[in-house]
């Protein structure tokens, strides 16, 4: 696994946070989820709120005709020091069950990985972290892999077992048992 860097962020970090996080604030093709901090958190950029981009909180709303369909799912976004040389790691808050998403709520997905990792992984280098990624495309790669899961490798083999077995079983579960208290009108 690689060193997650906790040092201070470095001000080509913040700008870069900022500037992903402002177009995310205007792209319409993602209304589908909300961050914390706001804008005004971190800009303009001091060292009394460099610290406070370091987490982002997320509450990502369930599509349509999905099993996560009026659910709100809770994440974080935690960014290393050297962000963008560095993938930030992302952890649900909200209690999952899900192939791909570890009991502690970790998600392992490619684009959050590096070569240096994991270096038996049978991941590409193209599927892997690069700096000209951005917290949109991980956020639309975990949506899909929320709609979609990986049971071919798996981060939680109960999961991935009861998904393969059984999908109607599976998503009734996550509906009844696991998500049952995160209902949103």
Known sequence: MAVFRTGPLRQQSVRRLA??????KNDPDTKWFEIDPEPEDFIPF??????YVRKWEITITGFKDTVYEGYSLKADIYFPSDYPLSPPRVMFTTKMYHPNIYNDGRVC?????????????DELDTEQWTPVLSVRTI?????????????DSPA????????RRNRADYEEYVKTKILGVHYCE
Do not use: G, R, V, W
């Not at 500037?19 to 995310?24: C, D, H, P, R």
């Not at 001091?46 to 610290?51: H, T």
């Not at 956020?139 to 049971?151: F, G, H």
């Open 19 to 24: 500037a992903e996080y402002m177009q995310l």
């Open 46 to 51: 001091s060292d009394s709120n460099i610290e």
């Open 109 to 121: 997905i490619s684009i959050l990985h590096t070569a240096q990792s994991d270096p038996h992984s």
């Open 139 to 151: 956020l639309l790669s975990i949506m899909l892999l929320l709609n979609e899961p990986n049971p």
């Open 156 to 163: 939680n083999l109960d999961a991935a077992l009861h998904f």
